[in-house]
């Protein structure tokens, strides 16, 4: 009886830890959220009827279809109304806003050639901050070297740093994920802090925001750290950092982080039925790749392919490299 | 000469029929609604598109996962080039395009050779589920892997599974080849594969029409309503379906429909599940309902979801005879698939899925459309006959007319909250205008056709493959 109590302990703590799970929990918002707009429309119907249609008509399906017909005319008029609102201003507003960005555009670029001096960026950008910030923005992504160097030394730079890191902290999951991956082109020491509380961002977009970030950073001490902690992370963080992961880690470093992470996955578990059937092959078609100089995960993939994988078939082998990246985390 | 008697009890038994009628159209609509206003919170909060950051890490990441596109086609020489060339040109890093020709008596096969400078391939394209004989292997590798497979007339279903057997990638998305996907859709379509690579096991995207859309190099370049009253019609009905009911399941993973022209799935799981199954009429639909079956069953976690960024723009039917040939299939299709999966319908073992998805299915989209045609039929019969009041006919009109108006503008104002939005107030006038209009005739012979579907579906009559009349995409005048 004890043991029943128990299970059904786990299984109820079990259930309450699925029903919180990021996806659920959005649902159970919007869910919420639609009872709460709906039920506020039928106080509205229900209002109409008996303070107002059933005085005026005697008849209740009369009474009746007139409130219904009244909260739908005034629900279908604010959709119409609200919807060529949303457009009309949207229009405008990108017509207006290219115009700003154009000419802030130009005269950023004018600066980073030495051509302007900040002030004068600071003056042409007092009434349009949005269209600066979308400026710099786009520029950060596209400059390297001493032109980057030169555009983080404009004032309005430290002032978006500064809203940039509080702007991590705080705001919906897409606020968040803008802010830090613009961190993580400043290439600037200062928003390390930033960078290292967003690694533990429940969402998946934002933790990839922030390894890249860091891993930008040339003056970031926690370099092997961070690189030996991506096999934990899930498999979206994986995915979004590879590249720069791979770019960092290299020669003998890489090979102990995929090789040694990824290729005991590989090897001993995965979801595929094949994988179970073909397990020893697949261990020793393993190491037989890491012998030859397997070096990542995309080596391990290619030599597999291209039939260097010993015995084991290149079919399975790729299936259960793929599980072992998706399940990275058990 | 009835009596007096006869007559207050027949007044009786009309008035009964007719309030149930008003109660049971008020309840879906009431639903339909919830499920448009879950789509209006969802919509924007729950999915968080990819960044230019992230997406060109993607490109570059060596663990994004391979995408094979399977695109059956059957007599499609007048639009196969264009959607052909249209997903060759995908921004994707990894993916590979497999067009199964189902022994088309056109110049499908011929057509696709000549444009794609196609070559015999010796590549096996045996696999796991078991399809009509694949006669032969085409291959082109320029700018990305083509394969075609020509092979024996076998359906829709089958064709699917022959490329299922061929693909070799991670995961496989099946469109239609009268489709064309945006350019950056595979990027939002393998998201919640990133996301929740463990569980997730099919994703369906949104389907658009994009009749007088204007279309260049197998790309939609400009969005716009059509000059057809009868294709607007249905692209509210699309907007109303994938942006209020889709999104609405998907939240609580119970959608039972995922696209046939535009669905993404995990290939081993496909196959796991025994692919498509060629012997059901809605093949699309018939899979998801068998998935969430499965792995109820085998108690193995997973996930089913719908995103509403990534679209694909299909034709609709321009003429009334297709149009209603198509959605008897449909029908058919829904009544197929419910009926070989009915011991899920109430079973609290099947969860969400067994409990509301399935008896909302049951009792509102396969057996709604009679209902409502009997509304419309008592009404009008009992309005003529003097056996109801005019105000009980203008309360079962307010809920279905007015209710339905309702449900379609609020539609339009979703398409709003997307990306892929029309761009221009006038088109959205126009559709609001058609949200209204089509509330007005054309709901009413959409449900007298599925009611007749749902009469062949329980007759048990077969389908094969739909016909459909192609306009292509040529460029369009701006």
């Keep these: ?330 | 000469v009835i009596s007096p008697e006869v007559d207050i009890y027949v007044h009786r038994v009309y008035f009964f029929f007719e309030s149930g009628i008003i109660f049971y159209v008020f309840v879906i609509n009431l639903i339909y609604l919830f499920l448009v206003a879950l789509g209006v919170f969802a919509l924007r909060k729950h999915h968080l598109p990819f960044s230019p950051a992230e997406r060109d890490a993607i490109r570059r990441s060596p663990l994004t996962p391979s995408i094979s596109l399977i695109v059956p086609s059957y007599n499609e020489e007048v639009s196969v080039r264009d959607s052909v060339g249209c997903m060759l040109r995908l921004d994707y890093p990894n993916y590979e395009v497999i067009v199964v020709n189902d022994g088309s008596k056109d110049r499908t096969l011929e057509l696709l050779i000549d444009q794609f400078k196609l070559f015999k391939s010796a590549r096996s394209v045996a696999g796991p589920i078991e399809t009509k004989t694949v006669r032969k292997v085409y291959e082109s590798t320029e700018p990305v892997r083509l394969l075609v497979i020509d092979k024996a007339n076998g359906g829709k279903a089958d064709s699917i599974n022959a490329g299922i057997n061929a693909a070799r990638s991670d995961l496989v998305m099946v469109v239609d080849s009268d489709s064309l996907i945006e350019r950056d859709g595979l990027f939002e379509m393998v998201k919640p594969f990133l996301e929740d690579p463990e569980r997730m096991i099919a994703v369906g995207g949104t389907v658009r029409a994009v009749n007088d859309c204007e279309v260049r190099s197998g790309m939609v370049r400009r969005i716009r309503t059509s000059k057809s009253l009868l294709a607007n019609f249905q692209s509210v009905e699309y907007l109303r379906a994938f942006f209020g009911g889709r999104v609405g399941f998907s939240l609580f993973n119970c959608m039972l429909i995922i696209s046939g022209a535009f669905g993404l799935f995990r290939r081993d799981r496909a196959i796991e599940v025994g692919g498509f199954d060629h012997s059901s009429i809605g093949e699309d639909m018939e899979l998801v309902v068998r998935m969430h079956h499965y792995f109820i069953d085998k108690k193995q976690p997973y996930r089913i979801a719908y995103v509403a960024a990534p679209v694909c723009w299909t034709e609709v039917p321009q003429e009334w005879k297709i149009l209603h040939r198509q959605r008897k299939r449909w029908q058919r299709g829904t009544v197929d698939s419910l009926w070989r999966h009915r011991e899920m319908l109430l079973n609290p073992r099947y969860g969400v899925v067994g409990m509301f998805a399935f008896p909302y299915f049951v009792l509102f989209e396969m057996f709604g459309p009679v209902v409502e045609t009997l509304g419309y039929a008592l009404t009008v019969i009992g309005l003529t006959f003097h056996i109801i009041s005019t105000s009980v006919a203008i309360l079962f009109f307010t809920v279905s007319i007015a209710f339905g108006i309702l449900l379609s503008t609020s539609a339009v104002l979703l398409d709003e909250l997307t990306p892929c939005r029309f761009p221009n107030w006038r088109n959205t006038l126009t559709l609001f205008a058609a949200a209204v209009l089509e509330n007005f005739g054309f709901r009413q012979v959409l449900t007298l056709w599925r009611a007749q579907g749902l009469w062949e579906g329980i007759r048990g009559k077969k389908t094969s493959w739909g016909v459909m009349v192609r306009r292509g995409f040529s460029p369009s005048k701006p």
């Design chain 1, 1 to 330: 009886m004890v043991e029943g109590a128990r299970r059904r302990i786990v299984q109820a703590r079990d259930f309450v830890k699925r029903c919180f799970e990021p996806h659920r929990r959005g649902a159970l918002v919007a869910l919420i959220k639609a009872s709460v707009m709906i039920g506020a429309l039928s106080e509205l119907g229900w209002l109409l009827d008996t303070r107002y249609f059933s005085r005026r008509y005697a008849q209740l399906p009369i009474s009746l279809a007139w409130s219904m017909l009244s909260v739908i005319f005034l629900v279908t008029v604010a959709e119409v109304y609200g919807s060529a609102m949303l457009k009309l201003r949207s229009t405008r507003r990108s017509r207006l806003s290219e115009a700003a960005s154009l000419r802030l555009t130009a005269m950023v670029t004018a600066y980073i050639a030495g051509e302007k001096g900040p002030e004068e960026i600071e003056l042409a950008a007092k009434d349009s901050r949005k269209d600066l910030e979308k400026c710099i923005a786009t520029a950060l992504l596209r400059l390297r070297g001493s032109a980057l160097r030169r555009l983080c030394e404009l004032p309005a730079v430290f002032k978006l740093r500064d809203k940039w890191i509080a702007q991590s902290r705080k705001g919906d999951a897409e606020q968040r994920r803008y802010a830090v991956e613009q961190m993580g082109l400043l290439r600037d020491a200062a928003t390390i802090p930033a960078l290292e509380k967003a690694l533990l961002d429940p969402v998946g977009a934002v933790e990839a925001a922030a390894v890249r970030g860091l891993l930008q950073l040339p003056t970031y001490q926690k370099r092997d750290e961070l690189l030996l902690s991506l096999a934990g992370r899930s498999y979206l963080v994986r995915v979004l950092t590879a590249c720069e992961s791979a770019d960092e880690a290299s020669g003998v470093r890489e090979r102990e982080l995929e090789v040694g992470s990824l290729l005991a996955l590989a090897c001993a578990a995965g979801p595929v039925e094949e994988l179970a059937k073909e397990e020893a092959a697949a261990r020793a078609s393993c190491l037989a790749l890491a012998a030859q100089g397997a070096t990542g995960f995309d080596s391990l993939r290619r030599m597999s392919a291209a039939g260097e994988a010993g015995d084991a078939p290149a079919e399975a082998f790729g299936a259960s490299l793929a599980a072992a990246a998706r399940g990275g985390r058990t």
